[in-house]
C-alpha cells in the first residue's frame, strides 16, 4: 500500500480504512516536523504542533478537494499552526529588516564558531535557525524541502511575487548574518 497516491489513500480513509492515515503521517512527518521546529525553534514545542497538525487534516479531509497537492495542503496547515502558536506565545511574527540585528540572537553573546568536525549541513541548519521564523520557514521551505515558489505561496498564503521578494529578503537576512559573525570562512 506505500506505492498509493495520497489521493488513493485520502479516498481510502474517507471510505473508513482509517488505520490507512498512518501512511499519511509517515510520508510527512519528517519534512513537516523540520518546518515546524524551524519555524517554533523548539523541539518539544514541533512535536506538539506536528500531532495537532495530523489531527487537524484528519478530521479535516472532507473539506480537502484535491485542488492542490495533500502535501501543500497539509503544509499549509502546519504552516497556519505554526504562526497560531507563536501568536499565542506573544511572540511577534514579521519583524522589519531594519530591526533583523535586534532579533538574531547570538549564543551566550559570543559569535557561534564552526569546528571542523561538525557537520556542514548542521552547521547551515544552525545559522538558518538564528534567523526569525518566517525566514527560517522560507528557507527551509524552499531550499531544504525543495517546494516551488508556486507551493510556497499556497502554504504561506501569499502571491509568488511576495514568495520571491521574501526569499530574496531571507537570503540577504542570512548572508547579512554570515558576513556580520565572519563565518564565511566557514562555509568554504
Same mark, same amino acid.
Given at each position: 500500500?506505500?506505492?498509493?497516491? =495520497?489521493?488513493?489513500?485520502? *479516498? ?5 480504512? /482509517? &488505520? ?5 503521517? *509517515? ?18 514545542? &514541533?512535536? /506538539? ?5 495530523? !489531527?487537524? +487534516? ?8 484535491? /485542488? ?9 496547515? +502546519? ?7 507563536? +501568536? ?29 568536525? /561538525? =557537520? !556542514? ?9 538564528? !534567523?526569525?521564523?518566517?525566514? +527560517? ?35 540577504? &537576512? !542570512? ?5 556580520? *559573525? ?7
Amino acid at each position: 500500500m506505500r506505492n498509493l497516491s =495520497d489521493q488513493e489513500i485520502i *479516498d481510502s480513509v474517507r471510505k473508513g480504512n /482509517e &488505520a490507512d492515515y498512518s501512511i499519511i503521517v *509517515d510520508r510527512y512527518k519528517d519534512k513537516a516536523f523540520s518546518l515546524l521546529k524551524r519555524m517554533l525553534k523548539n523541539e518539544f514545542d &514541533a512535536e /506538539e504542533v506536528l500531532q495537532d497538525c495530523f !489531527l487537524k +487534516a484528519y478530521h479535516s479531509l472532507g473539506g480537502f478537494k484535491g /485542488e492542490s497537492k495533500f502535501s501543500t495542503w497539509f503544509y499549509r496547515i +502546519a504552516y497556519n499552526t505554526a504562526l497560531t502558536k507563536l +501568536a499565542s506565545k506573544k511572540r511577534k511574527i514579521e519583524t522589519e529588516m531594519s530591526s533583523l540585528d535586534n532579533h538574531l540572537n547570538l549564543e551566550d553573546g559570543n559569535n557561534f564558531i564552526f569546528s571542523e568536525k /561538525e =557537520d !556542514l549541513t548542521k552547521f547551515i541548519y544552525n545559522l538558518v535557525n538564528r !534567523l526569525p521564523e518566517r525566514h +527560517a520557514a522560507i528557507i527551509s521551505m524552499f531550499y531544504l524541502d525543495e517546494m516551488s515558489c508556486e507551493e510556497i505561496s499556497k502554504v504561506m498564503n501569499i502571491s509568488v511575487s511576495n514568495v520571491k521578494v521574501m526569499l530574496h529578503r531571507s537570503r540577504n &537576512a !542570512l548572508k547579512d548574518l554570515i558576513m556580520r *559573525d565572519n563565518l564565511a570562512e566557514e562555509l568554504i
